[in-house]
Nanobody, 115 residues
């Protein structure tokens, strides 16, 4: 079983910055992909950043990075706007063994941006 844990959310004023972290652990043979999604109240979950892909709304403000040695992915969020308020989720895809893949989600971390 693979566990995914996000951290780093909180309350920040518009224009501020936050750095989210996501660590994967457990039965991991290899990680193929790690990405960030978010879900605002009353809206569907949407992709924020994955690999070199970014949502148009965050391009130039958010940066995704990985530390493969630690099975960790980060999301540096700068110039935050009230519309960035959401629960941010980490998604990790990979292999538990040569024959078994996994697609795991974390529990989410809340980011609230005040105006």
């Amino acid at each position: 079983q693979v566990h995914v844990v996000e951290s780093g959310g909180g309350l920040v004023q518009a224009g501020g910055s936050l750095r989210l972290s996501c660590a994967a652990s457990g039965s991991i043979f290899v990680i193929n992909d790690m990405g960030w999604y978010r879900q605002a109240p009353g809206k569907q979950r949407e992709l924020v950043a994955r690999g070199t892909n970014y949502a148009d709304s965050v391009k130039g403000r958010f940066t995704i990075s990985r530390d493969n040695a630690k099975n960790t992915v980060y999301l540096q969020m700068n110039s935050l706007k009230p519309e960035d308020t959401a629960v941010y989720y980490c998604n990790v895809k990979g292999l538990e063994s040569l024959l078994t893949n996994f697609d795991a989600w974390g529990q989410g971390t809340l980011v609230t941006v005040s105006s």
